[in-house]
Structure formats: C-alpha cells, structure tokens
C-alpha cells in the first residue's frame, strides 16, 4: 500500500489571535465570581396572557402606546416582594461577617445593554424604585428612557464606567463588589433583592442561570401557544416566566408559594 501524502490534511495553522481586552473588561468579568449556582434553585411556569393583552389593548383604544410586557413583569415582582417581605432579603457583609438583611422598599432592577470594546452587551444595572406603587404607563416610559442612560445623564453610570476605566485593579474589583458587603451600597445600586430580566427582547422563551439578587423572575416571547382551557386544546396567548432564588433566604415550599403569588397576579393584569 502507498501512502499518498498529498491527500493528509496541511498541519494546523495559528487560526487565533489575542485580543487587547483591557482593565475594564477584566474587572466587568469579576462580577461573574459572585455567582454561587450551588445557592440557587430555578422554577418554570405558563401563563395565560390573556388579561395582560386586554390593558394593552384598552390603551391602544385611548389612543395610547400600550405598556411594555416588562413592565407588567416588573409592576408583579414589585408587589410580590410588598406582599412578601420575607423574601425581600439578602446575605450580605464582608468575608466572615455577612448578615440577613431586610429591605423595605420594593425597587427592581433591571439591566441595561451597554458595550465594551471587547464586552459586549455588558449590563449595568439599574434600579427602578417603588416598582410596587408605579402606574404600568409610568414604568414603561423609565425603561424607555434606559437605553440613554450615559455618562453625561448619569451619576451612577458615570460612576461605574471611571472605576472599570481608571482604577487599577484589584482595587476596582474591590469597588464593584462593594454592593455586597455594604447594605447602603446595594440599595442604592442594586435596589432591594429582586430583579427582572428580559430575554424575550432577543426572541428567547426561557433562561437558565444565575443571577447576583436573591429572587430574579424572568419572563419569554409572549405569543399564541396550544393551552388547555375548559378540557380543550385552544390557541391562547401566553408568556413562559421563571423564578431563580436563593435557596439559603427561603426554603422550597415558601418559594413554591410566592411563585404561584407572583404569576396569578401577574396574569390578572388587570388587577396592577
């Protein structure tokens, strides 16, 4: 037998380069560190959309643009933690001195899509305070306005920004993680132990990860799906939502409960 060598595959070639990420990508990863999964349990869901479509349309016949999908999600979330202060908790404190900590206020956070040369869609956080209290109209104009938060309108992002920029690292690591050890720090960055995210702008029905905050509720494309209704299968709008929490502030059944709280009421949203 002849070996042909012509036919073996040319030795790899260098098909990689490295790319000159800098101090602030460095330090945005960090935040990726405090992400424990061992800590965090994910539930799943269905809900008929049916009464969120009937708000939207009952502003589209005022002549009104219709609340975002987010903001029915956040409006629920802000509620459920005003109904459930024990869940509106979180562990925090430095190394070796973390505490339970209360809050009182039901502000959500959400993220925002920022960019870094090498980072993209890095998320800065914002919180929207007194979700629970905030007209549907209301909510969806601030996340509206989200997009254009700079360094220029911005105290807290301009803040945010010079630290992965200029400080030097591990003292910006020390700074971004400060959140967690200093309660003032994580109200007034982080807002109290909930946030919501929002896959669905991308397409996305469902994710599963793990998040920073104790309770993250996240929400899917809402859209015509076969549901059982009165033991027949009919097409009804619907929105796939889930719950990530932190196993070490509450137990299963007690997250159990205020999950099924949390999609009732949201999809009575005529009742937010």
């Not at 190394?95 to 993209?120: G, N, S, T």
């Not at 109200?187 to 669905?200: D, E, M, Q």
């Given at each position: 037998?002849?070996h ?78 005003k ?104 109200v ?21 990860t793990?998040?920073?905050w ?46 099924v ?12």
């Amino acid at each position: 037998m002849t070996h042909d060598r012509e036919s073996e595959p040319s030795r790899a070639t260098a098909t990689y380069r490295w790319l000159p990420a800098g101090r602030a990508e460095k330090t945005a990863w960090s935040l990726n560190g405090i992400l424990v999964p061992a800590n965090m349990v994910t539930m799943f869901g269905e809900i008929d959309a049916s009464g969120i479509e009937e708000v939207r349309d009952g502003f589209r016949r005022e002549g009104k643009r219709p609340p975002s999908y987010t903001a029915f999600v956040i409006k629920a979330a802000g509620q459920t933690m005003k109904r459930h202060p024990e869940a509106n908790r979180a562990i925090l404190g430095p190394p070796f001195w973390r505490r339970l900590v209360q809050f009182e206020a039901a502000d959500i956070a959400v993220a925002i899509e920022k960019h870094l040369p090498y980072l993209p869609g890095n998320a800065f956080i914002a919180p929207l305070r007194s979700a629970d209290s905030r007209s549907l109209d209301d909510l969806s104009e601030a996340l509206r306005a989200l997009p254009d938060v700079n360094e220029e309108n911005s105290e807290e992002y301009r803040a945010y920004m010079r630290v992965l920029r200029y400080v030097p690292r591990p003292i910006s690591t020390w700074l971004v993680h400060a959140p967690h050890w200093f309660p003032s720090l994580w109200v007034r960055y982080r807002g109290c132990a909930c946030w919501v995210n929002a896959p669905s702008k991308a397409g996305v029905d469902a994710v599963t990860t793990t998040w920073p905050w104790p309770i993250t509720f996240t929400f899917g494309v809402v859209k015509d799906r076969p549901l059982v209704v009165d033991s027949a299968v009919t097409a009804r709008r619907t929105m796939p939502v889930g719950m990530v929490f932190d196993r070490r502030i509450m137990g299963g059944g007690p997250a159990s409960r205020l999950f099924v709280d949390f999609t009732e009421n949201l999809s009575r949203g005529t009742k937010l």
